[in-house]
Nanobody, 115 residues
Framework: QVQLVESGGGLVQPGGSLRLSCAAS????????MAWYRQATGKQRELVAT???????NYADSVQGRFTISRDNAKNTVHLQMSSLQPEDTAVYFC?????????WGQGTQVTVSS
């Protein structure tokens, strides 16, 4: 059974940092891309960052320079280091994993940036 388990969300003050993690298990095919998306209340889900198997990264303009995505291919994990967080970063963050045949989503973890 495929599972994507996310962790690391929570409440943080503006300017603070958080590190999200996502561990994938039960996937028998090679994982190609891994990514983080987010969805704020009343808004559409949007791409935050992606990382290819070879380590190539891409970021949304809104998080460029503040967030860093990384992955461990041996452990099938992906991380999102978030710094200089702002209230507009408040959202549910979702892990997304893509194999040659399927896409899998995590259940989401809440990130709230508030003073």
């Amino acid at each position: 059974q495929v599972q994507l388990v996310e962790s690391g969300g929570g409440l943080v003050q503006p300017g603070g940092s958080l590190r999200l993690s996502c561990a994938a298990s039960g996937i028998i095919f090679r994982i190609e891309s891994m990514a983080w998306y987010r969805q704020a209340t009343g808004k559409q889900r949007e791409l935050v960052a992606t990382v290819s198997r070879s380590g190539t990264t891409n970021y949304a303009d809104s998080v460029q320079g503040r967030f860093t995505i990384s992955r461990d291919n041996a452990k099938n994990t992906v991380h999102l280091q978030m710094s200089s967080l702002q209230p507009e970063d408040t959202a549910v963050y979702f892990c997304r994993v893509q194999t040659p045949t399927r896409v899998y989503w995590g259940q989401g973890t809440q990130v709230t940036v508030s003073s």
